[in-house]
């Protein structure tokens, strides 16, 4: 007899328990359409976790943004130099005040993030 842990199928079904889904090319392809319609774009680079890797953070003039996987900090930083994009490490400066009134204004305006 074959014993079935409760939770084995579901661990089948999402992959390998523990293993955080990687960048892809739509993540960047999004990223880079995004910061191409908006101004004042500048980036937020967020640590790996053990759940997901490393993303980044676009945040635009007004606090509008956005999040998507990178491939590595140092990823993050190559996108932002090839697009004139300041870049900061969310660890140490934290997120702007703007991106934080823009969620806000959102929820109260009854919309969607």
């Known amino acids: 007899m074959v014993e079935v842990g409760l ?3 579901l661990r089948r079904r999402r992959g390998r328990p523990g293993t955080p889904r990687g960048a892809r090319e739509s993540d960047t ?4 359409a995004w910061a191409a319609t908006r101004h004042g774009v500048e ?3 967020e640590p790996r976790t053990t759940v997901t ?10 606090g509008e943004w956005t999040r998507r996987r990178i491939g590595s900090p140092q990823a ?6 090839k697009r ?5 490490e969310v660890a140490k400066v934290g997120y702007p005040k703007r991106m934080r009134e823009y969620t806000q204004r959102v929820k109260r305006e009854g919309g969607q993030r």
Not at 76 to 81: D, E, I, K, R, T
């Open 7 to 9: 939770f084995d199928s």
């Open 29 to 32: 392809a999004h990223l880079d």
């Open 43 to 45: 980036a937020y680079v």
């Open 53 to 62: 890797e490393t993303t980044v953070v676009l945040i635009a003039h007004d």
């Open 76 to 81: 993050a930083q190559q996108f932002g130099h």
């Open 84 to 88: 004139g994009i300041p870049v900061y």
